[in-house]
């Protein structure tokens, strides 16, 4: 089994800055990429950013510029860096891991309000 434990999420005022966290474990094989996804109330689950095995980066066009997605390999644990935080970034936050098989963490909620 593999567990993936989120951390960093919370309520931040527009332009703030927060730093979340997936840390991977258990039957870790090759990991293919590790990325993050959110999901606001009333939306679909989108991609936020996305970084390979090789170290390749996507992002959503809407935080390009502003999130930067970084992996510890040696850890198994991406992190995703977001500045300049917006209230249309309120959403829950879940971190996605791929190797065989799609594991998804538990979500973790980041609030941008004043």
């Known amino acids: 089994q593999v567990q993936l434990v989120e951390s960093g999420g919370g309520l931040v005022q527009p332009g703030g800055s927060l730093r979340l966290s997936c840390a991977a474990s258990?039957?870790?094989?090759?990991?293919?990429?590790m990325g993050w996804y959110r999901q606001a109330p009333g939306k679909q689950r989108e991609l936020v950013a996305i970084i390979t095995n090789d170290g390749s980066t996507n992002y959503a066009e809407s935080v390009k510029g502003r999130f930067t997605i970084s992996r510890d390999n040696a850890k198994n644990t991406v992190y995703l860096q977001m500045n300049s935080l917006k209230p249309e970034d309120t959403a829950v936050y879940y971190c996605?891991?791929?190797?065989?098989?799609?594991?998804w963490g538990q979500g973790t909620q980041v609030t941008v309000s004043s």
């Open positions: 996605n891991v791929i190797m065989v098989l799609n594991y």
């Open positions: 258990g039957s870790i094989f090759r990991i293919n990429a």
